[in-house]
C-alpha cells in the first residue's frame, strides 16, 4: 500500500490547493462534543439513517418533521412504549414515509439506546469512549444490537453523528482495490482488519482523523 504523504500529494495535484482540498473534507466531532448530544438526539439519528436506506435523502428530510412529531421527540423512554396498534395506525400517516418494518425499528432501536444508556451512561458517552483505532467493532455492535443497523448503515449513521469513521463507499473499496489492501468488497472479519489496520496506519502517518483519510481515498478513484 501507498503511504500517506503520497495520498496527500495526489489529492493536492487533484484539488489544486490545500484550501480546496481542505474544503471538501468532512469533520469529526471531539469526544466531548458526542458525549454532551442527548439519547434523544441520537435515536433520531439512528432512526433518519435507516428510513433514508434506499430512498431520496431530501425526501426523507422533509418529512422528518412529522416523524419527530409522532414519535415523541424520540424520547427513548417514551418511544420505547409503543406497541404494534399504534405503529399500524402511523400507516395511515400519510405525512409519513409509511414502510412498517422500518416504523417497527424505531421502539426497537429505543430499547437499544436504553440499553446502550444503562450500561454505558449514556448513548453518546458509548460514541465518545469507542477509539477509532478499532472502529469496525463499534460497526459490529451497533449491527448486532440495533435494528436494521447491518451492512453500510452503521458506518453512514456514525458520520451522521460525527463520530470519527472511515465509509466503505464503492469508491474508498476501489481505492483500497488499488493499493492492493483487499481484492474484494471487505466484509468478513478478517477483511475489515486488513482495511482497519490499513487505516490506523495512515492516522499514524498523517495525525488526520478517519473521515479525511477515506474522502481522501475516495478521490484517487478516476471517474
Partial sequence: MRDYPWLYEYCL????SVEALEARLPQARSPAQLAAVSDDRYLSLISLRIFRAGLKH???DAKWPAFEEVFFGFDPEKVVL???ERLENLMQD???IRHLGKLKSVPRNAQFVLDIAREYGSFGKLLADWPSSDIVSLWKLLAKRGNQLGGMSAP?????AGKDTFVLSDDVVAALKAQEIVDKTPTSLKDLALVQTAFNTWQEQSGRPLCHISMMLSYTVNH
Fill in 156 to 160: 453512514r449513521f456514525l458520520r451522521m
Fill in 82 to 84: 409503543m406497541g404494534g
Fill in 58 to 60: 431530501s425526501l426523507v
Fill in 13 to 16: 495535484n487533484r484539488f489544486g
Fill in 94 to 96: 400519510t405525512r409519513l
